[in-house]
């Protein structure tokens, strides 16, 4: 063990550390925790102003428990990553129920709770409660990684084992927040993934990877992501003004939000038109449906998977009893309902590029 690691961290943090964010310093745990979901998979840039508006709109707990999922969803709209929603709103509930407001105050507790795992427990155990859990992130270790030149790929068993050893070990353990709010933030603004300030870095003397220059072969990682495509191709059928809409369901991207009508095709789709299978079945003959509009192709990279497709806006003279179970609404009440960032782009483009029929 390096033992003058810590001390150069706190030292760095304490005279040259000028990141500013809104939940710094912050000692109520629930706008911690609020804050840490939010940033999960979230940018910080990104995530500030969703951070606010969430506390102005629910300045408590049970705020935020009381609140309605269409409310909660329609207000994390375009943070993506749905299921951190849904935790939210359940982690919400439970705490009002079982802990009558008050969020709990151990580690083992607060793990327990929905959507959090250890990395979130220690964040909110160290800042909130000032126990001595370090925190684990992406951050951390490739900090931890460069710092001690480690080759021990990071998402295997035995990396996870040697990375949380060493940062637990590196805590200090009578300011754990302080320390780990240091660490991340030294992280996000000195050692960064890419061009990190090497030649300004207070642990640079002692750094393994700057030593051997391998500080862009570190952190390792044993699996390669491997990205799925899907090809998404939206109907927006239009019946005397009204749009239908449903919710999606099930285990999948954006459970629990609103989306026209859906072919997911196994490849991509050259020609759209009314003898396209998927819609002449889903117009049952209609005379005089037609297509209006079909949109350019819009892309999404998700973590895992790429979503391609159009919006191909149809109108039809009778309702569509294929659609019984969608909900048809008036295109001014779109806003009411949380969709997807996939489909919020192309809703919120005033003039798409369409090629027109």
């Known amino acids: ?27 109520d745990p629930y706008k911690i925790w609020l804050s840490e979901i939010i940033l999960q998979q979230t940018r910080v840039e990104q995530g500030w102003s969703y951070y606010e508006k ?89 900090i931890i990684a460069r710092y001690f030149g480690i080759t021990t790929p990071i998402d295997t068993t035995a990396g996870k084992k040697q990375f949380q050893n060493l940062a637990q070990e590196l805590l200090k353990p009578d300011e754990p927040g302080i320390y780990n709010q240091a660490i991340m ?17 207070v642990q640079q003397k002692e750094c393994e990877a700057f030593n051997q220059n391998t500080v862009s072969q570190l952190p390792v990682k044993q699996k390669a992501l491997i990205r799925k495509e899907r090809w998404f191709y ?6 005397k003004g009204k749009w239908y809409i449903k919710q999606r369901t099930g285990k999948d991207i954006w459970e629990n939000l609103f989306e026209f ?37 819009y892309r999404q990279q998700l973590t895992h998977q790429t979503i391609h497709g159009r919006f191909v806006k149809v109108k039809v003279q009778e309702p569509l009893p294929t659609l019984s179970n969608f909900l048809l609404i008036d295109k001014k009440e779109l806003s009411k309902y949380a969709f997807p960032r996939f489909i919020t782009t192309f809703l919120g483009e005033p003039a798409p590029p369409a090629q027109l029929f």
């Open 1 to 27: 063990m390096k033992p003058d690691f810590t001390r150069r961290l706190l030292q760095w943090n304490k005279n040259s550390n000028t990141r500013a964010m809104p939940w710094k310093g912050e000692k």
């Open 54 to 142: 969430f506390i102005a709109a629910f300045p408590t707990i049970i705020h935020l428990a009381k609140a309605s999922d269409e409310k909660v969803f329609k207000m994390w709209e375009g943070l993506g990553y749905y299921s951190r929603c849904k935790n939210l709103i359940a982690t919400a509930r439970k705490i009002a129920s079982e802990y009558n407001g008050i969020f709990p105050a151990t580690y083992d507790e607060i793990e327990a709770l929905p959507g959090i795992g250890p990395y979130t427990a220690s964040a909110i155990s160290s800042f909130a409660f000032n126990l001595p859990h370090a925190v684990l992130d992406g951050n951390v270790q490739r």
């Open 185 to 201: 933030d030294f992280g996000a603004v000195i050692c960064k993934p890419q061009n990190p300030l090497c030649n300004t870095c």
């Open 234 to 239: 939206y109907f927006i059928i239009e019946h």
């Open 261 to 297: 009508v859906l072919y997911e095709a196994p490849a991509a789709v050259e020609d759209i038109t009314l003898k396209t299978p998927f819609l002449k079945k889903l117009v049952n003959g209609q005379k005089a449906a037609h297509i209006e509009s079909i949109s350019r192709i």
